[in-house]
């Protein structure tokens, strides 16, 4: 069964397995101790802690192993804000981080500080020169990740590192999607990374400060990785997550290129396969795996559980796939349509046959499930157009909303309107996203008797 979703978790890499089996009988000793065993195990994570920090871009004595990529962010901005505490309270981060930045921020704000967050646009870029106008002089820390991990978007880092250099605010890098394809290159002055992103095993973050950064580490502390990582090191588990860095970025050209081959395919075909699909993320500047598009008129949960059946495990980040029913950050941000969205992350070693089969079942997958809900079909245009329709979506669940105008935005003339009621916070973000992919005129939202009144108005 095909695995698609590498950009929530690698498969194990053989060299990680191997490290790990093998460390098990050298690294199972305490590190701090001055014997034989403990020694040997000191001298496999020194070893761990030179191949990682060699791979980040740092010294050795910058990187420190935390228990998770979760950990090390929330750990580089709490310890990043406590160090510079005296410059002020306020954060600076994108619209589109991942949701341990989120929460780092919700924090800093509960406690009495300010955050500030960058838009993107509708690829998922920040521009450097906007995120430079977030600066304040009472910004402590700015926040940007090296790659989205939903639409697989590369940020401007190195751009944007220089500008906060200049205003003088260290730059915390989020590279928890990026580290297994290469360094990240300019002056940032934290990093943060994952070891089940790149093929590692799970429970290992790196988290590197820069000499120089002000840094003071919140909570209790311990004589551990230099105080920055409370508790014993996970040294068989450590040893793996370095060697295995190590493998896969021997192995990131040749397989980055041949994996981009095989995403461009995917963005190429999918369009021409499944009508009424946009393709999000920017098409050049991106992780080279990964590939996320959004369907009309389909309900994601659905549309995942059917190709699961059919054999291939890909992620979404539609609303309707979350324990919280909130529609995916990344998509409100970028302003693209938030259901029925499908990422598609292929792990190394992904076939072309593997891909080819995908595409196979995605079309016929597609229309059983907007079949089941009843989704529109061409029709010809109604004799006698109304010049305004009322749509009631009230009590029904996105994508049905934008279902119903579909099927009836025929039935008004050009510069008619289509008023769709509707209580699903999820219209508010997909019917303009719809009129965006269809070229219609989303005129706004307006109160109403249990919900809120969308106004659109058809162009074409």
């Known amino acids: 069964m095909p695995y698609f979703d590498a950009a929530s978790s ?33 001298m496999l994570l020194d070893a761990a802690r030179e191949t990682a920090a060699e ?14 990529g979760t950990r090390a962010v929330h750990s580089a901005v709490a310890g990043a804000l406590s160090g510079r505490r005296r410059v002020g309270r306020h954060l600076v981060l994108s619209a589109v981080e991942h949701s341990s930045v989120l929460h780092s921020a919700a924090a800093l704000e509960a406690a009495g500080g300010s955050f500030t967050e960058v838009p993107v646009d509708r690829s998922g870029s920040v521009d450097p020169s906007a995120y430079a106008r977030a600066l304040r002089p009472d910004t402590a820390l700015a926040c940007l990740q090296s790659a989205n991990h939903e639409v697989g978007t590369e940020q401007p880092v190195a751009e944007t590192a220089e500008l906060c250099a200049d205003a003088g605010v260290p730059l915390l890098v989020d590279a928890a999607q990026s580290l297994g394809w290469g360094p990240v290159p300019g002056r940032w002055s934290l990093l943060a990374a994952s070891a089940h992103k790149w093929g590692g095993p799970a429970g290992v973050g790196l988290l590197a400060v820069r000499k120089g950064v002000r840094f003071a580490p919140r909570g209790p ?22 060697a295995s860095l190590r493998a896969v970025r021997a192995e990131a050209e040749a397989e980055g290129a041949r994996l981009r081959a095989l995403v461009d395919r995917i963005r190429a075909s999918v369009a021409d396969l499944v009508p009424d699909v946009e393709v999000v993320g920017d098409p050049v500047r991106r992780l080279p795996h ?9 309900d994601g949960e659905t549309l995942l559980h059917e190709l699961d059946r059919a054999g291939f495990s890909v992620s979404s980040g539609s609303s309707c796939t979350s ?18 969205n499908v990422r598609v992350s292929l792990p190394p070693g992904t076939t072309e046959e593997e891909v080819g089969g995908f595409l196979g079942v995605l079309p016929g997958v597609v229309a059983e499930v907007r079949e089941r809900l009843g989704a529109p079909v061409p029709a010809a245009p109604s004799p006698a157009p109304r010049a305004s329709l009322v749509v009631d979506a009230l009590g029904r669940r996105c994508p049905v909303p934008v279902i119903e105008l579909a099927k009836v935005i025929g039935e008004v003339p050009v510069g008619g309107t289509v008023t769709v009621l509707s209580d699903d ?13 269809r070229e219609q005129e989303y005129v706004g939202e307006a109160p109403a008797d249990h919900g809120s009144a969308y106004v659109v108005r058809r162009l074409l």
Not at 323 to 340: D, F, I, Q, R, Y
Not at 428 to 435: N, S, V
Request: proline letters at 6%; hydrophobic letters at 45%.
């Open 221 to 242: 502390v311990d004589e551990r990785e230099s105080g920055r990582a409370a508790g014993f090191e996970n040294i068989p588990a450590i040893v793996a997550a370095a």
């Open 10 to 42: 690698a498969p194990l890499h053989p060299v990680a397995r191997q490290a790990l089996h093998a460390s098990l009988d050298e690294g199972w000793a305490d590190p701090a101790r001055l014997y034989r065993e403990g020694r040997r195990a000191a």
């Open 425 to 437: 916070e999820a219209a508010r973000l997909d019917i303009p996203a719809w009129c965006a992919m």
């Open 55 to 68: 791979a980040v871009g740092c010294r050795p004595d910058e990187l420190v192993f935390t228990s998770s």
């Open 290 to 298: 990964l590939v996320t598009f959004s369907c009309l008129y389909v």
């Open 323 to 340: 324990s919280t029913l909130t529609p995916s950050h990344v998509l409100k941000a970028m302003g693209v349509l938030t259901e029925g």
